[in-house]
């Protein structure tokens, strides 16, 4: 996953169960920019947590089959995770929550059992979701702001949510200092404003922990987002299996790994994230689609052969 390099100045946190990264080109500006992120931060919290029982997403799972009224930023969220379906035909569902708590992704991340250390092979799906997932059984009342599911259907905005909110952070950060921004949750980096000189240098890698150099590469852009979607973190044992978080709507299961990351680059990270979970989806498929869409993308196989396609560098340099 991408990790942002040496810029002006910097703050580092944890929230939402990852790494946040804030970036700014006015060094005068990053106490109040830290905490418009942190604001923004809460908010999404509060109202898209899987794993909060008193988050507006949750009280609109425990009601599946009635209408739930919400606050206007689930809705919005909502609205943002049913776009990611359509643009990818159905292959980013917020209705896969059912799915991912059968594999076991019941809890926080952090909470997980990890699996030890494997080698990279595909594995062979035994866990089927009970509800076959539907985006567009998913309704918006969106006069009286509320929200109705099938019964039997959990939510889980996971795919979009972290990458929408990195876009809002940015863009608050910029429109309250003036000051150029970037926001890294997880590894996927968000952009508003002016970039300073040079552009913004990304590591981009599997892990956005981890530090330059190895298997990743150092690029730099100037404004949008990057996102990487990979098989190889977000990893945990559940009945004796190891899962990750990349589910096949198709199937209820952790997706099959042709690829071990695909790293999109797009005008805003939302729209780098959606294509590069729809990848890891499309397997095979993926490098033509996102050559189709014009999007600039590294794609790493399983035994961690490079692809590249739409213009992405095949060394440093920049998008």
């Known amino acids: 996953m991408p990790v942002a ?26 106490g109040r920019a830290r905490a418009i992120v942190k604001r923004e931060l809460e908010e999404i919290d509060r109202a898209c947590s899987r794993f909060r029982s008193d988050s507006d997403l949750q009280r609109v799972n425990a009601g599946a089959g009635r209408f739930i009224p919400v606050g206007q930023l689930l809705i919005e969220a909502v609205q943002v995770a049913l776009r990611a379906a359509e643009l990818t035909n159905g292959n980013v569902d917020p209705t896969v929550g059912d799915a991912l708590v059968l594999a076991g992704y019941d809890r926080d991340w952090r909470l997980l059992e990890k699996p030890a250390d494997e080698p990279e092979q595909a594995e062979s799906p035994t866990i089927q979701a009970h509800v076959t997932p539907g985006w567009q059984a998913v309704e918006i009342d969106r006069e009286h702001a509320a929200i109705r599911i099938p019964t039997g259907v959990r939510l889980d905005l996971g795919a979009t949510a972290k990458a929408w909110v990195a876009d809002r952070a940015a863009s608050a950060v910029h429109e309250a200092t003036g000051a150029g921004s970037l926001v890294s949750l997880g590894g996927d980096i968000a952009t508003a404003g002016a970039a300073p000189e040079g552009g913004w240098r990304i590591y981009v890698t599997d892990d956005h922990r981890s530090a330059p150099g190895g298997q990743g590469q150092t690029i730099s852009i100037v404004s949008g987002g990057i996102a990487t979607s990979s098989t190889s973190v977000r990893r945990w044992s559940h009945k004796g299996q190891t899962r990750h978080h990349i589910i096949d709507p198709m199937t209820g299961t952790s997706v099959i790994r042709t690829w071990r990351t695909v790293s999109v680059a797009a005008g805003t990270c939302l729209d780098a994230n959606i294509a590069s979970t729809a990848a890891l989806i499309r397997a095979g498929c993926a490098p033509a689609w996102l050559e189709q869409l014009g999007l600039p993308a590294r794609l790493v196989s399983t035994d961690g052969a490079v692809r590249l396609v739409s213009g992405w560098p095949a060394q440093s340099g920049s998008l």
């Open 5 to 30: 390099l040496s810029t002006p100045v910097e703050s580092r946190w944890e929230a939402l169960g990852t790494s946040a990264v804030l970036l700014v080109t006015d060094p005068n500006a990053l």
